[in-house]
Nanobody, 127 residues
């Protein structure tokens, strides 16, 4: 089984930066696409960013493009989301997710692509 644990969330001011980390407990993460999603109170969970197994095929939601970057270290089994120029509308619980090859028919930006999810980490941005 694959277990994901997010960390790095917190409360910051608008314009600040945060770096989220996702530690993956698995024999290897080389074959997984990794994604970040977020859910604000009263909203559906939404896609934020994804990164392919080799570190290529990176995608971002339009709302975070140019402000967020995603990276992974397969050797350390870690995935990162660097969030810059944070805005109050970025306030949400952020989830890390891992997607198996068997679900490759789905786009990397949809929840169905992902089989394993973390518990989430809260990010709060005040104005």
């Amino acid at each position: 089984q694959v277990h994901l644990v997010e960390s790095g969330g917190g409360s910051v001011q608008a314009g600040d930066s945060l770096k989220l980390s996702c530690a993956v407990s698995a024999r290897s993460i080389f074959s997984y696409v990794m994604g970040w999603f977020r859910q604000a109170p009263g909203n559906e969970r939404e896609f934020v960013a994804s990164i392919g197994a080799s570190g290529a095929n990176i995608q971002f939601a339009d709302s975070v493009k140019g402000r967020f970057t995603i990276s992974r270290d397969n050797g350390k089994k870690m995935v990162y989301l660097q969030m810059n120029t944070l805005k109050p509308e970025d306030t949400a619980v952020y989830y890390c997710a891992a997607g198996e090859f068997v679900k490759a028919r789905y786009s990397n930006s949809v929840e169905d692509r992902y089989s394993f999810w973390g518990q989430g980490t809260q990010v709060t941005v005040s104005s």
